[in-house]
């Protein structure tokens, strides 16, 4: 008996081990010769593994649904299925290069369906060669010598906003405070609306807007899909008022008086190598993702740097060093230039810290043009490719300890290529990086000329939903020098 169990054993023993190296070497072969997808798991039917990627963001966690894939399956590319399509994973810096380097040639960008249909034609839902004339309105205004006279504007407004919003007060939260300034800002500079309660009432809109675009794309009452819809139609239909306003305005000016260089301006102005005009779909679809894009971002790049600083007082009192020693060249109520931003060094190391450590845009999707072939597997055309930052920003290999805040990271030759990407990269990088890196160092300069601060709850929790925000919005006690 014994040992005929034995000899089954045995066989079975000898069949698993078959088995296994059948599949081993199945799977080695596929590796060589290029034909096998990559490793990973699709998940299931159509939802496939999205509400496990959604889950891990909500709690903190974006990274964690990739870096444990990585290192389940593989460090430089791996499958899965998000918001309906099927997945690859592209990761490290050679996979952040692959996918930058490669617009418009194997691959080109490509936005979840929730985007398309907010922002139908705008600059941020659209793909390859569509997107020439949005690229050069983006130019004209965020080139550098437009971006330079904002400065001193940015300063003023800063200066305003933190005289009538925190001065005085004891205890106020950064994050809703950062986001209505950096909305505020937006809404001026780029459409030229200032007054206070109607930006109050737009603000309500953008959040609503924000909460639907990485959702579901579940079209009925109730979801944040649903209510991201009407928040957009109810914003096109005051914006379609104010360009009809703006089209007013620019028949009835003589060429002597100076209109408004704001990006609307631009947007109503700028034709394209046939002399074309954008037409009023495209200039709506780009004046909301303009002002969402505009703003969600910074404020969450600004809150971060906000409680770095408040836990760090040595980096804090070396920014207000920097930021004493270009006051002391200023007379006094002068505003800020373009060189004095340049001269913020330390300042912007720490900016960008805070932004590796809290990246406000996780990743990016693409699609494939074609089928090709990556680190030995193959890609067909048609899926959906993603990078995400934390599978550099917080790996050992290109940033040593990489949970510790440690801005000379950023001092000195910097971060390798392609492994310090919070704004993506190649031909589709953000076209606001330059204005994010502005309004971020002149709030910076404002509020640590006037205050120093603590946090109220030292490890407060953050969600990212889809941006990285402090669950109880980061309320911090303010000391005034
Ligand atoms: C696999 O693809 C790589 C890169 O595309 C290529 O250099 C290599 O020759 C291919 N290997 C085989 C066995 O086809
Ligand atoms: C980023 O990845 C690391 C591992 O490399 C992981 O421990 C961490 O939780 C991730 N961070 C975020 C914010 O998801
Ligand atoms: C910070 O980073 C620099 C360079 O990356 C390194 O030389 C230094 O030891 C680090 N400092 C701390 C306190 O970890």
Redesign the pocket.
């Given at each position: 008996m014994s040992f005929i169990s034995l000899f089954l054993g045995a066989i079975l023993v000898a069949f698993v081990f078959y088995f296994f190296s059948y599949f081993r070497s199945k799977i080695r072969n596929g590796q060589q010769d290029n034909t096998s997808l990559p490793p990973g798991n699709l998940g299931w039917p159509l939802l496939g593994e999205t509400l496990e990627f959604l889950r891990t963001a909500r709690n903190g966690m974006p990274g964690k649904f990739i870096t444990d894939r990585m290192q389940k399956h593989s460090t430089h590319v791996f499958k899965t299925s998000l918001l309906g399509k099927p997945t690859a994973v592209f990761c490290g810096p050679e996979g952040n290069k692959f996918l930058f380097s490669n617009e418009n040639k194997v691959v080109v960008t490509w936005w979840p369906t929730p985007i398309q249909n907010l922002f139908p034609s705008s600059i941020m839902a659209s793909t390859g060669h569509d997107t020439k004339r949005m690229r050069k309105v983006f130019a004209a205004f965020f080139k550098p010598d437009s971006l330079q006279r904002c400065v001193g504007t940015m300063d003023a407004v800063t200066k305003l906003y933190l005289q009538s919003e925190w001065e005085g007060k004891g205890e106020v939260k950064v994050f809703p405070m950062v986001k209505y300034y950096t909305f505020s800002l937006a809404c001026s500079l780029f459409t030229g609306i200032e007054d206070p309660e109607y930006i109050s009432k737009l603000s309500t809109d953008f959040n609503i807007l924000l909460k639907g675009i990485i959702s579901f794309p579940l079209n009925f009452p109730g979801t944040r899909y649903n209510h991201a819809i009407r928040a957009a139609n109810r914003l096109r239909k005051e914006f379609q008022v104010l360009i009809e306003q703006r089209r007013v305005d620019l028949s009835e000016r003589s060429s002597s008086s100076s209109p408004k260089h704001d990006l609307l301006w631009c947007m109503l102005t700028t034709t394209d190598e046939n002399g074309q005009l954008m037409t009023e779909k495209e200039v709506l679809d780009n004046i909301l993702g303009m002002l969402m894009g505009g703003h969600d971002t910074t404020s969450c790049a600004l809150t971060f740097l906000m409680k770095y600083l408040a836990e760090l007082p040595h980096v804090y009192d070396e920014i207000f060093k920097e930021q004493m020693e270009i006051l002391t060249t200023k007379e006094p109520n002068e505003l800020l230039t373009w060189e004095d931003i340049h001269k913020m060094k330390h300042s912007w190391a720490a900016a960008n810290e805070a932004m590796r450590l809290a990246p406000p845009v996780q990743g990016n999707f693409r699609k494939a043009l074609s089928d090709f072939t990556y680190a030995g597997f193959h890609i067909p055309k048609g899926w959906t490719l993603y990078w995400s930052v934390n599978s550099t920003h917080m790996n050992p290999d290109y940033f040593?300890?990489p949970e510790?805040f440690?801005k000379?990271?950023f001092e000195?030759n910097g971060a390798a290529p392609y492994t310090f990407i919070p704004f993506g990269g190649g031909p589709r990088m953000c076209p606001g990086k330059e204005y994010a890196h502005l309004e971020i160092l002149v709030f910076l300069h404002n509020v640590v000329k006037k205050f120093k601060w603590e946090t109220v709850f030292p490890n407060e929790k953050f969600i990212v939903d889809p941006l990285p925000t402090p669950a109880e919005g980061l309320p911090i006690l303010l000391h005034p020098h």
């Open positions: 040593q300890e510790k440690n000379s990271r000195g």
